[in-house]
């Protein structure tokens, strides 16, 4: 089965940064684009970045633009979100995703991990 | 962007009834790439259909989508129990991937 499982979501004061990471099993993880979304309270989801299977390619939102930046180790089967200059519009729960090709946009998302909550407040 | 909404916000039903959700697009979705996800509360989404029509795997066959251009639909031919719930369009077809507001199926 493939499994996502995110980690580091924290309370964060404005103006801070986080790391987020996301383990992945269950698939040959060098294969495949993944991807961040979020979920606001009581809101529907927003794709956030997403990244090419080789990690040669990255996307972003504009809402994040210039503040996060997404990686992956293809080694360690990880993916990551480093979260810099966070605003309280950053609070939501934070997804990985797998999508069903390589390319790390523009497409579909399967499974999605179970999230990690990220508070922005003072 | 591609701005999706979604009607009704909300569908009040019974079991074994017909339910149809619709999702309506600011723009030509391209190719079709639309895709749509179930959730449940405390639960990440699920995908649901994919390409507008397409199952994806281990989704009962009373899901169906359809549709292209500006108007989709997500059709649950008889609704069962745990189909209530929110759910969601998204497409893919033009950057960034957009979702809708969702849906709430209620009984």
């Known amino acids: 089965d493939v499994q996502l499982l995110e980690s580091g979501g924290a309370l964060v004061q404005p103006g801070g940064s986080l790391r987020l990471s996301c383990a992945a099993s269950g698939f040959v993880f060098p294969d495949y684009g993944m991807n961040w979304l979020r979920q606001a309270p009581g809101k529907g989801p927003e794709w956030v970045s997403g990244i090419g299977a080789t990690g040669s390619t990255t996307y972003y939102a504009d809402s994040v633009k210039g503040r996060f930046t997404i990686s992956r180790d293809n080694s360690r089967e990880t993916l990551y979100l480093q979260m810099t200059s966070l605003r309280a519009d950053d609070t939501a729960l934070y997804y990985c995703?797998?999508?069903?090709?390589?390319?790390?946009?523009?497409?579909?998302?399967?499974?999605w991990g179970q999230g990690t909550l990220v508070t922005v407040s003072s | 962007e591609i701005v999706l909404t979604q009607s009704p916000a909300t569908l009040s039903l019974s079991p074994g009834e017909r339910a149809t959700l619709s999702c309506g697009s600011s723009q030509s979705v391209p190719y079709t790439y639309l895709a749509w996800y179930q959730q449940k509360p405390g639960l990440s989404p699920r995908l649901l259909i994919y390409?507008?029509?397409y199952r994806a795997t281990g989704i009962p066959d009373r899901f169906s989508g359809s549709g292209s251009g500006t108007d989709f639909t997500l059709t649950i031919s008889r609704l069962e129990p745990e189909d209530f719930a929110v759910y969601y369009c998204?497409?893919?077809?033009?950057?960034?991937?957009?979702f809708g507001q969702g849906t709430k199926l209620e009984i």
């Open positions: 995703a797998k999508a069903p090709v390589s390319r790390g946009a523009l497409a579909w998302f399967d499974p």
């Open positions: 998204q497409q893919y077809g033009s950057s960034p991937s957009t």
């Open positions: 390409d507008a029509s």
